[in-house]
């Protein structure tokens, strides 16, 4: 099964920019969607942004939309969470996760979790 690995998380300032990365190892189904959660203290894991690995298609938490892009390179087998414009409410515990099949916003739905990488943005 699919092993999922998160890097690129660290400390920024408000209005910077971070890029994290989710390497996947193992095999990989074109039925598969890659997501980005995040948790912060004392809240539940919320959906950030995801991409269906065949198709490309993408969706965004309002939260997030216009200042973070997911993406991949499929010769890595890494999926991205590029970062833009970040704010201190975007600090949490970031984590990749798959499922098998379309969009989901619930992590109750994905099968398949990296260990979380950490996000603080100071004001």
């Known amino acids: 099964q699919v092993q999922l690995v998160e890097s690129g998380g660290g400390l920024v300032q408000a209005g910077g920019s971070l890029r994290l990365s989710c390497a996947a190892s193992g095999r990989i189904f074109v039925s598969y969607y890659m997501g980005w959660f995040r948790q912060a203290p004392g809240k539940g894991r919320e959906f950030v942004a995801g991409?269906?690995?065949?198709?490309?298609?993408?969706s965004y938490a309002d939260s997030v939309k216009g200042r973070f892009t997911i993406s991949r390179d499929n010769a890595k087998n890494t999926v991205y969470l590029q970062m833009n414009s970040l704010k201190p409410e975007d600090t949490a515990v970031y984590y990749c996760?798959?499922?098998?099949?379309?969009?989901?916003?619930?992590?109750?739905?994905?099968?398949?979790w990296g260990q979380g990488t950490q996000v603080t943005v100071s004001s």
């Open positions: 991409r269906s690995w065949s198709s490309g298609t993408t």
């Open positions: 996760a798959v499922r098998r099949g379309d969009y989901r916003s619930s992590p109750e739905q994905y099968a398949n």
